[in-house]
């Protein structure tokens, strides 16, 4: 006689009011988010038709070498990101976790994105982790001055810029024949480095972007300020958002929180893409699509109806 008894499903769940019940039931849950948290705001990540921002390989302008070299190109590269980033507003996956941190004073979110729309959307500082800094945040190359969310567009007037062709950052330049020139030392800077912004405090120093560049380490408080968190006890959920977590430290932190009982819930456009999470199982949830439009809706029962 055949068996009638249900198979139990083992794999994730897409049900939002089965996730909202263990929402509703968390006290500690950490958001680990990424680009596709923005997507919705319409910005580009500079990694898309080979990461380039004219003619320039935009990972190499991201780096304290690059800032040596010329600081005036790299300026123009973070100020025009600046200029795209406040013409970008956050969307309503930004508010819901917003609203998500007012209700929930146990939860906190990781993100790695610079772009500033978390801060714009006026998530509590305490509970926003910038794992690789923010456009907006200042900071002089020497000494250990900071300015936090500086919105200015420009930072300065000579660092204006409203597009890529802008005649300051020549084709010439970056042409196969003129690359070896643009390496050389002896070779002019795009803007002098007398006429670009000044540390206040040192008064020697350039000011840069306060991103984390390739080569620099992590944010050592924010890497403490996690680490403190997830030692502090028992995790109930980890929202892995917008992002496959493939680079470390970030990709730790799935395994971190499930080893301290978390549940997974994934929210991304591929849900083919699981990248440091390896696998979802029984217990734990798959959102396919804009974060933007998940997010109020399965936040709904701790954050209500989302207002704009």
């Known amino acids: 006689m055949a068996s009638t008894t249900a198979a139990v499903p083992s794999g994730p769940s897409s049900d939002v009011e089965e996730f909202g019940r263990l929402l509703k039931s968390s006290k500690r849950v950490l958001a680990l988010c990424g680009a596709g ?24 302008l991201a780096t304290p070498e690059a800032f040596e070299r010329d600081p005036g190109l790299v300026w123009l590269f973070y100020s025009y990101r600046r200029h795209k980033a406040l013409q970008a507003s956050p969307n309503a996956g930004h508010y819901a976790l917003v609203e998500l941190s007012k209700k929930m004073p146990g939860f906190i979110t990781l993100t790695q994105n610079v772009d500033g729309l978390s801060q714009r959307a006026n998530h509590p500082r305490e509970q926003l982790k910038l794992l690789h800094g923010s456009l907006f945040d200042i900071k002089c190359f020497n000494c250990t001055y900071v300015q936090q969310n500086n919105y200015d567009d420009p930072l300065d007037p000579i660092l204006a810029i409203d597009s890529p062709s ?68 028992p995790i109930d959920l980890i929202m892995v958002i917008g992002t496959t977590a493939t680079v470390y430290p970030a990709a730790g932190y799935v395994a971190r929180a499930r080893a301290k009982g978390a549940k997974v819930a994934l929210v991304n456009m591929d849900a083919g893409e699981l990248g440091a999470i390896g696998s979802l199982n029984k217990g734990d949830f798959l959102f396919e699509g804009d974060a933007a439009k998940i997010l109020p809706e399965i936040l709904k029962p701790v954050i209500g109806e989302l207002k704009l």
């Not at 580009?44 to 935009?58: I, K, P």
């Open 37 to 60: 948290l923005s997507a919705s705001s319409g910005l580009d990540t500079f990694r898309g038709a080979g990461g380039m921002w004219r003619n320039h390989q935009a990972a190499t």
């Open 166 to 233: 802008d005649d300051r950052l020549a084709t010439s330049k970056t042409s196969i024949a003129a690359r070896a020139a643009y390496l050389d030392p002896a070779t002019p800077p795009t803007i002098a480095p007398a006429d670009l912004p000044h540390c206040p405090s040192c008064k020697t120093g350039l000011l840069r972007p306060g991103v984390v560049w390739f080569g620099e380490e992590l944010p050592a408080d924010t890497l403490r300020e996690v680490q403190t968190f997830i030692d502090q006890g």
